[in-house]
C-alpha cells in the first residue's frame, strides 16, 4: 500500500475537494457503492461492546418490521385459501381421488430436492421462514390460480396474431409468458412489501426458487395424476413422467423464475424499489425464453437436453457459487469497516465473516451452553453488514442509519451473552 492510499475505513479529503472511498471499501463485485455514498462506520466511543442498549435510542421498530412480515404472510395465506377453491377442484377433475393422492405423494420428492437445495443457498443469510412460506404457498396456488385466469384472455389476444396453431402457441407462447409472469408476480410482492429482506441476488434466487418449487408441486400434481387416471398402463406411464419431470428437470422452473429473482435480486442491491420493480419486466425475458425454449424440446428431447440444458444447469450452479461468495466477501468487508470503527477485532470479524470461522464459534459456543446465543450474533452481524451495504447505496440512508444503530446495540448484547 503506498502512503497515499487510505487505510480501512479512513476517511478523507482529495485535491478535487470529495471524499473517496478507501479502495478495499469498494470492491468491483457486487459489493460496489458510489464514492459519494460512501461514509464511515459510526465510531465506538468506548472502543469495545456495551454491554447493554444504550438508553437514548427509541424503540427497537422491529415490531413493525414483524407485523409488515406477518401481514403479508396473512394475506398470502387468504389469497391461497381463495385460490383453492379454483385449483384444487380443476386437480380433481383431471386426476381422480387416486390419481391425485399418488401425484401428490410423488410430486413431494422432486419438491424435496428443490427446497434442500434453497436452504444450501440460504445458509449464509436465512430469510424469515414466514416469507419463505409465502413464496412457496404463492407458487402453489396462487399463482397457479393466476396462470388459470389469464391464460383464456391471453389465448384470445395473443393467440390469432401470433400465426400459430393453438398447440404450438400454448406450448411455445402462452405457458411460458403467462406462468412466469404470475410466479414473477410473487417476487414483486416480495420486493415491495419485504424490501429489507429482498436486498440482494441471492435473496431473489432464494424467493425464486422457492415460489418455482411450489409451482412444479402443483403442476406435478397435475401431470402424474393424469399419468395415473388416463392411461391404460398407469404404472409405466407414471414412471416416465416422473423421470422426465422429478428425475431429469425438477429445477427446470427454478432456474427460468430464478433468472428473474437474480435480476430483480441485483437491482435491489442498489437500494432502489423502483429499480427493482423496473427488474421484474427485464427479468421476465430470459426467464419466458427459457422457458419457451425448454417446450420447444421435441423429438431430438434428449440431444437437445445434454446440448443444451445441461449447461444451462451447470451455469446456474456457477452462478449461484459466484454469488455465495461474493455474499460472504461483502459480509466480511463490512464487518471489517466496523471493525476499524472499534465495534470488533479482526479475529471476531473471521470468525463472524467466513464459513470456517462460524463452524468453529458454533461448535465452541455449543460446547459451553450458548450455541443459541453465537447463532444468533452471527446473524445480526451479518445483517448489520448488509445494513451497511445498504446505507452505502445512498437510498432511505436516515431509515438505514437508524436500523444500524439498533443493531449495534444488539450485538453489543448478544455478544455479552456469548461471552458471559
Do not use: C
Not at 476517511?11 to 459519494?36: C, E, F, I, K, M
Not at 425448454?294 to 446440448?307: H, K, S
Not at 452481524?381 to 432511505?396: N, P, V
Amino acid at each position: 500500500m503506498t502512503t497515499n492510499e487510505p487505510r480501512p475505513g479512513q476517511d478523507y479529503l482529495g485535491a478535487s475537494g470529495q471524499r473517496p472511498l478507501p479502495q478495499q471499501a469498494n470492491p468491483t463485485w457486487l459489493g460496489h457503492v458510489r464514492p459519494a455514498d460512501y461514509r464511515r462506520a459510526p465510531a465506538n466511543p468506548r472502543d469495545h461492546f456495551q454491554p447493554a442498549l444504550p438508553q437514548a435510542l427509541p424503540a427497537v421498530p422491529g415490531g413493525r418490521r414483524s407485523a409488515g412480515v406477518a401481514g403479508l404472510v396473512l394475506a398470502g395465506g387468504f389469497l391461497a385459501f381463495i385460490s383453492l377453491f379454483l385449483v384444487l377442484p380443476f386437480l380433481l377433475g383431471r386426476t381422480g381421488i387416486s390419481g391425485f393422492v399418488i401425484g401428490f405423494i410423488a410430486s413431494l420428492i422432486p419438491l424435496g430436492t428443490v427446497l434442500l437445495t434453497v436452504r444450501f443457498i440460504d445458509r449464509w443469510e436465512p430469510e424469515p421462514k414466514p416469507l419463505l412460506l409465502f413464496a412457496f404457498v404463492w407458487g402453489a396456488a396462487v399463482s397457479i390460480a393466476v396462470t388459470m385466469l389469464i391464460q383464456p384472455y391471453f389465448s384470445l389476444v395473443a393467440g390469432p396474431a401470433s400465426g400459430l396453431d393453438y398447440t404450438t402457441f400454448a406450448v411455445t407462447v402462452q405457458a411460458p409468458v403467462v406462468e412466469e409472469f404470475a410466479k414473477s408476480l410473487g417476487l414483486l410482492v416480495l420486493l415491495v412489501f419485504a424490501p429489507k429482506h429482498f436486498n440482494g441476488p441471492v435473496d431473489g434466487v432464494v424467493f425464486a426458487f422457492t415460489i418455482a418449487a411450489g409451482f412444479a408441486f402443483t403442476e406435478n400434481i397435475l401431470y402424474f395424476g393424469r399419468a395415473i387416471a388416463e392411461s391404460s398402463d398407469p404404472g409405466t406411464d407414471l414412471a416416465v413422467v416422473f423421470f422426465l419431470r422429478g428425475v431429469l428437470s425438477p429445477f427446470a422452473h427454478a432456474i427460468f423464475t430464478g433468472t428473474t429473482g437474480l435480476i430483480m435480486g441485483l437491482a435491489a442491491r442498489r437500494g432502489h424499489t423502483g429499480l427493482g420493480a423496473l427488474a421484474f419486466a427485464v427479468g421476465l425475458v430470459p426467464a419466458m425464453l427459457l422457458h419457451s425454449g425448454w417446450n420447444r424440446m421435441g423429438q431430438d428431447f434428449l440431444a437437445q437436453y445434454v446440448l443444451v440444458q445441461v449447461p444451462i444447469f451447470l451455469l446456474a450452479v456457477l452462478v449461484i457459487v459466484l454469488l455465495r461468495v461474493a455474499e460472504r466477501r461483502l459480509t466480511r468487508q463490512r464487518l471489517k469497516e466496523y471493525a476499524a470503527a472499534g465495534w470488533f477485532t479482526a479475529a471476531e470479524v473471521e470468525m463472524l465473516a467466513t464459513a470456517a470461522g462460524r463452524r468453529s464459534a458454533l461448535r465452541w459456543a455449543k460446547s459451553v451452553g450458548r450455541g443459541a446465543q453465537m447463532k444468533a450474533l452471527i446473524d445480526a452481524a451479518t445483517q448489520l453488514a448488509l445494513t451497511r451495504q445498504r446505507i452505502l447505496s445512498g437510498r432511505d440512508v436516515p431509515a438505514h442509519l437508524l436500523d444500524e444503530q439498533h443493531q449495534l446495540a444488539e450485538i453489543a448484547a448478544l455478544r455479552t451473552a456469548v461471552v458471559g
